[in-house]
């Protein structure tokens, strides 16, 4: 992502960094029930946590990710060694103020980074799961980090926050544990896959699959990884999550290392030569499987099934207070989906607040550092603090 | 009321001419709450449930920095999403005369809320009057702040054809209030005498029984 390139600047006076990462597992007697209908347990559930708990719990928000995405929103990521990809957003005197919440980010289901997913041991076989785990969904892992908060004895939210399938794990939070759930913030989202983000993830998906090395999803058994199919994958996606203007900006037609077209098939141009750097960096910390898997499970995803096709009636009568945030150059889930999912907030009479952030960046404007978005963030987070009276924590 | 339960620095002054109106602990929508000052003001002060629409990006952000339930919309769309008579008082402060169509509006104000204040700028008011009449140019003042070739307010309208529309569209006028240059009300002797010298005119209305 764009913004490990600014994290450098980033102070390094941190102290809680070391803070535990903790895996759990979770569902040994009463298993996950998934949404495929099969049933999934036990699982591991990676998570770290920021700040200190209140003494009456009432301090906790929950910081859900994208795709790609993980628990290490703050500090050094030991996967990658590069920061947390969200340290903008979350630390103290930060817009989600670890000095004040009690702050948790649990890794996905079908992820690759602690929580079970297809790369881990399927204990029936004592090999890694490969395509015999089973197809998850946003509400399967939703209900997963439903379980290792009962685990942690957490009741209730303050707050969900999340942005891209984050901010579709925040909706279906809401939607399916309402009572859970005090303040809900989606941000760069959508309420269900259109058919053109599917058409998109299916390119990523076949680029996998025709790579020979992924041999049917069983490449854990052998030397070689599907890269070239995964890396190809991520440079399509990573198209979506700009805009056309940040990448005529930032690359418009400059060459790369070169004073004039070289007439072959090398990387003449930057963009082409910083798409390969997104490809290959991302296959040195992400699971070919892993990534069939969620993208299949946003493809699934549309929170108004299940209730007539109509997306308020997914919220009828809940007591959520709600921020919808979308970014105006995002293209990816551009801010009418946003909107539909304000005006069917509305429908419904929940209090929802909703801003369409100037911003050129594109889909990934969410991960950046901007006054805008932090001030709203601080400002919906800090009201309602104030009207529980401040107490916090 | 007194004047210390209203602080008249708080907001300015024809707001909080509206903020009188609200009963306390009322369910509000303001459309076109620019920064929410008022809304603001009325949750603080009133205990309102209160949400907002506001088509700027700028009032936007500065009304959810304040806390508040504020949506980013155009309110000609948005309001349609809105179910029938979900708030007590539905707010139009100063935004009428920038709607595509005024009359539509208004029907939408008092589909969503029980009752609706609007306030907009007088096209009557005498210096108005003056001005095109004598000097022959659109007028520009400070409830008409903005030259004719880039102005939002694209309907205006008088206190005199508010009432005329009122009466077409079976809208009942609950109360009726001239507001001053200042911002203060004034008297409302007579509907000509209001039309003449009102800068703006602020009116409670419902639907016909």
Redesign the interface.
């Known amino acids: 992502m764009i913004m490990l390139f600014f994290m450098d600047q980033e102070k390094s006076a941190e102290t809680e960094e070391d803070s535990f990462a903790e895996v759990v597992t979770l569902g040994q007697d009463n298993p996950l029930r998934l949404d495929s209908g099969e049933e999934l347990g036990p699982f591991d559930a990676a998570y770290k946590c920021w700040g200190k708990l209140n003494y009456d719990k009432s301090n906790v928000v929950l910081v859900c990710h994208a795709l790609t995405g993980d628990h290490y929103v703050r500090g050094i990521n030991p996967i990658t060694g590069k920061r947390g990809w969200w340290e903008n957003m979350i630390g103290p005197g930060r817009p989600v103020d670890t000095d004040h919440y009690y702050v948790l980010a649990i890794n996905v289901l079908g992820s690759c980074a602690g929580t079970t997913g297809p790369s881990s041991i399927n204990p029936e076989t004592g090999k890694p799961y490969g395509l015999d785990f089973p197809v998850i969904t946003v509400g399967d892992m939703v209900r997963a980090q439903a379980m290792l908060l009962d685990y942690l004895g957490i009741e209730r939210l303050f707050s969900v926050i999340g942005g891209s399938m984050g901010g579709m794990q925040v909706l279906q939070w809401a939607a399916d544990f309402p009572d859970r759930v005090r303040t809900a913030i989606a941000i760069a989202t959508t309420w269900r896959h259109s058919a053109q983000n599917i058409a998109f993830h299916e390119v990523g998906r076949q680029a996998i699959m025709a790579d020979a090395n992924w041999n049917h999803g069983r490449y854990l058994d052998q030397e070689t990884r599907p890269h070239a199919g995964l890396a190809v994958a991520r440079m399509a996606a990573h198209i979506t999550y700009m805009s056309e203007s940040g990448l005529t900006s930032r690359f418009g037609r400059n060459l790369q290392d070169r004073e004039k077209l070289a007439f072959g098939f090398d990387a003449d141009f930057q963009i082409e030569s910083y798409l390969r750097h997104q490809g290959i960096s991302f296959v040195d910390r992400f699971d070919a499987n892993s990534y069939l898997y969620i993208t299949r499970a946003m493809d699934y995803y549309d929170l108004s099934a299940d209730h007539d096709g109509v997306l308020a009636k997914a919220f009828q009568g809940t007591k959520t207070r709600f921020c919808i945030v979308s970014f105006t150059s995002d293209w990816l889930y551009p801010t009418v989906e946003s909107r539909h999912i304000v005006r069917s907030l509305n429908a419904v009479g929940a209090r929802v607040s909703f801003a369409d952030i100037d911003a050129d960046k594109g889909h990934d404007s969410f991960l950046l550092e901007g006054d805008d978005l932090n001030d709203v963030v601080r400002g919906f987070l800090g009201s309602e603090s104030e009207a529980m009276g401040g107490a916090l924590p | 009321m007194n004047a210390q339960e209203l602080r008249a620095s708080d907001i300015r002054v024809d707001l909080l001419e509206i903020a009188r109106i609200i009963e306390p602990g009322s369910t509000v929508l303001d459309v076109g709450c620019s920064d929410g000052s008022l809304l603001d003001y009325l949750v603080r002060e009133k205990q309102v449930d209160g ?1 907002g629409i506001e088509l700027s ?1 700028e009032g ?2 500065q ?11 155009n309110a000609e769309e ?1 309001i349609d ?3 029938d008579q ?1 708030f007590d008082y539905v707010i139009l402060s100063q935004t009428l005369q920038a709607m595509k169509s005024p009359d539509r509006m208004l029907e939408q104000l008092l589909r969503v809320g029980r009752k609706a204040v609007v306030s907009f700028p007088n096209f009557g008011h005498w210096k108005v009057r003056l001005n095109l009449g004598l000097l022959g140019t659109m007028p520009v003042n400070s409830t008409l702040d903005y030259p004719w070739y880039s102005t939002p307010n694209i309907h205006f309208c008088t206190i005199r054809d508010f009432v005329k529309l009122c009466q077409q569209s079976d809208i009942h006028i609950e109360q009726s209030m001239a507001i001053n240059a200042r911002g203060y009300r004034m008297p409302f002797l007579a509907l000509r005498l209001a039309n003449l010298l009102a800068t703006q005119g602020m009116y409670v209305i419902t639907k016909k029984e």
């Open positions: 949400r990006p936007v952000n009304s959810i920095a304040k806390g508040l339930s504020v949506i980013q919309g948005d999403f809105y179910p979900s």
